[in-house]
């Protein structure tokens, strides 16, 4: 499957290289577009199938099947993701990302920050301009990055500190947005995190966090609360 993705991915890239990013419109290229998401959508298959049958079975070399999936996966797909175009960028990358996070939770720990490398920087390039634009990319980022807080949190202290301000700066973005159910994520995705840090890190490492974010975080918290708009938006 990821050679038919490589391949697949190969062919649009020289496409785009000579003929600009106008030939994504062409019904060749959204064939080829096509073939590289379901190649994602069967791989998301088979990690949650994986992931019932260990539970049901409990079968101790599945978690070691993943592991040996998991680096072709990264060389193939976040790569390909991170070079493309931002038009190329299939949403379903992030998905698939999603998905491995949420089964395998704190055995991916070591190779979140190589996956937010690939993802995060460029996804957020896409979607921060404004409320509208790439809103498949837009959702499936938020969800992505509520895999991570909620399926191991551990992982975001191996990151730079540079790295968790953009994504405590995402989240408020997400909770200020406009669309409903974005806004909805962002608060979840916000309380998760608070609750990660009272329970999850040493007190030390909470107050460092407290004395950094908490004030920032409370202020757009209450330009929420307080735009009218954006309390009906959030569905106060």
Request: hydrophobic share 45%; proline share 5%; charged share 20%.
């Amino acid at each position: 499957m990821l050679n038919v993705y490589k391949v697949t991915s190969e062919n649009i890239n020289s496409a785009v290289t000579l003929h600009g990013e106008s030939v994504l419109k062409q019904p060749l290229i959204k064939c080829m577009r096509a073939v590289k998401t379901e190649v994602l959508r069967l791989i998301n298959t088979w990690i949650s199938t994986l992931s019932s049958i260990s539970e049901s079975a409990r079968i101790p070399e599945l978690p070691s099947i993943y592991m040996s999936f998991v680096p072709p996966l990264f060389d193939t797909v976040l790569f390909d993701y991170q070079r493309n175009v931002p038009s190329a960028r299939e949403p379903e990358v992030l998905s698939a990302c999603t998905v491995l996070i949420t089964q395998m939770k704190e055995k991916v720990s070591e190779d979140v920050p190589k996956i937010l490398d690939a993802l995060f920087g460029c996804t957020l390039e896409m979607i921060n301009k404004d409320f509208e634009d790439f809103p498949e990319h837009r959702i499936n980022f938020f969800q992505f990055i509520r895999s991570i807080i909620v399926n191991c949190f551990t992982a975001l202290m191996l990151i730079p500190p540079a790295q968790f301000t953009l994504i405590v700066d995402a989240i408020v973005w997400a909770f200020k947005h406009t669309t409903r159910n974005i806004t909805e994520i962002g608060l979840e995705i916000l309380d998760r995190l608070l609750d990660s840090f009272s329970t999850k890190v040493s007190p030390d490492m909470a107050q460092s966090f407290y004395q950094q974010y908490y004030l920032t975080i409370l202020s757009h918290l209450l330009s929420v609360v307080t735009d009218s708009t954006m309390a009906q938006v959030a569905g106060w």
